[in-house]
């Protein structure tokens, strides 16, 4: 019997004769026989496109089987050889056939006519509705009426490309449905650095810290997922504070299921507990974030020197105890001392994500991230192998010139 080469691609996988994918050098032809003709064998020849799946903006890869014959889609699959999702997907990125082939797909314009509300519509051409919709825009815009003009996109997944188009027509009306989800999230972490979101480096992890239903259920990063599945193959412990009894949750070493709305209260009771039991990494604090800035603003008259900033950062957080936050979150004080001695067990590798529930729907629900990366912090595992680091920190974002944008009442 010969046996297949070892897999060249990361997500390629081979048990004896068997692959999971078929390999690289034959994705240009690649045979397949037809089912429709089945029993008969009738050879169809196919060409493999990767592409890449947006419906979520995790942008997972993907391959279409393209028949070579006319061109039709027979199915789509996951791409072995892209590194964030290695060939495996969510059900959303196989279903994206239904999408090409959905008989109710709109394929042209087409502009209301009578009422609206009236469901009356006729075709147009693609040169008449760019002219109407783009004179309309003109007309707001040479009248002064700038901010008549709103752009609501569902998924802005081109870094910020659609927004340098608004800057420069003087329109500040972006929107998406980031204002009622992520915005919460978005806001506390871009406060920390700068970067709106974390990446957590879970495979590395010796502590994984999910708030809200994270691995990161359906929605947000099946690559996530893999990667907090390693990380407790490796032997990372789970932490998971979910209000729900989640997919996430079941996976747990620890679940905390708190009361909405209390999370940060359990994360500064954590961040009290590092500081009082000095499970804290002084050097990483000492080097990397402005601890004189603190004392300039809070404590103006006390000593300049680190040990003075610790010990005052310690007083300042302490009424931060763990009935305090027991109280808050309607959870035994004993699981939340369980949680802080976990995570005080990190060695500067707390992998951490926070994004919608806990930080959306709450009142303050921004300060959750920001209690998050006061943890991640004191532990010492921003920026670090098997922590958390900001998004972007490897990754080329292109930014256009910072406008001001134009208002109706001026200009910038
Ligand atoms: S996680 Fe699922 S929906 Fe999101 S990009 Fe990947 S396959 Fe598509």
């Not at 394929?107 to 509705?129: I, T």
């Amino acid at each position: 019997m010969t046996l297949t080469p070892p897999p060249d691609l990361p997500g390629a996988r081979t048990h004896e004769n068997l692959r999971n994918y078929p390999p690289a050098d034959q994705w240009d032809s690649f045979f397949l026989n037809d089912a429709r003709a089945h029993p008969r064998k009738v050879r169809r020849e196919f060409m493999l496109v990767p592409s890449t799946c947006f419906n979520c903006e995790s942008a997972c890869g993907l391959l279409a089987y393209v028949d070579k014959e006319d061109l039709s889609i027979l199915k789509v699959e996951g791409n072995p050889a892209h590194p964030g999702s290695r060939g495996r997907n969510c059900a959303k990125g196989p279903a994206t056939i239904n999408q090409i082939n959905d008989p109710e797909r709109l394929l042209h314009p087409l502009r209301r006519v009578g009422e609206r509300g009236g469901g009356e519509w006729e075709r147009v051409s693609w040169d008449e509705a760019l002219d109407d919709i783009a004179g309309r825009i003109r007309t707001a815009i040479t009248e002064g009426r700038n901010n008549e003009v709103m752009y609501h996109v569902g998924r802005p997944g081109e870094d910020g490309f659609a927004e340098r188009f608004l800057m420069a027509w003087g329109v500040d009306g972006h929107n998406s449905h980031t204002n009622i989800c992520s915005s919460g999230a978005r806001f506390g972490q871009s406060l920390w650095g700068g970067f709106d979101r974390p990446s957590p480096d879970y495979a590395n992890a010796k502590v994984i810290l999910l708030l809200s239903s994270h691995l990161e259920t359906g929605h947000y990063f099946n690559p996530h997922a893999q990667r907090i599945m390693e990380g407790k193959l490796d032997g990372a412990k789970l932490i998971v504070v979910d209000p729900r009894m989640s997919n996430t949750a079941s996976h747990a070493n620890l679940w905390l299921a708190p009361w909405p709305g209390s999370e940060a209260a359990i994360l500064l009771a954590i961040a009290s507990y590092l500081l009082r039991t000095g499970q804290i990494n002084g050097t990483y604090l000492e080097r990397w974030f402005n601890w004189d800035t603190y004392l300039d603003n809070l404590h103006p008259n006390a000593p300049r020197d680190f040990a003075t900033f610790l010990n005052l950062l310690t007083a300042d957080y302490e009424h931060f105890t763990f009935e305090f936050a027991a109280a808050e979150a309607q959870v035994p004080v004993a699981r939340i001392e369980e949680m802080a001695r976990l995570v005080a067990q990190c060695d500067g590798r707390l992998s951490a994500h926070v994004w919608r529930s806990a930080c959306a729907g709450n009142y303050g629900g921004w300060q959750v991230a920001r209690a998050l990366w006061f943890v991640l912090a004191l532990t010492g595992s921003i920026g670090t192998r098997g922590g958390t680091s900001p998004n972007g920190w490897d990754k080329f974002i292109p930014h256009g010139p910072n406008m001001r944008p134009r208002t109706s009442h001026g200009t910038s």
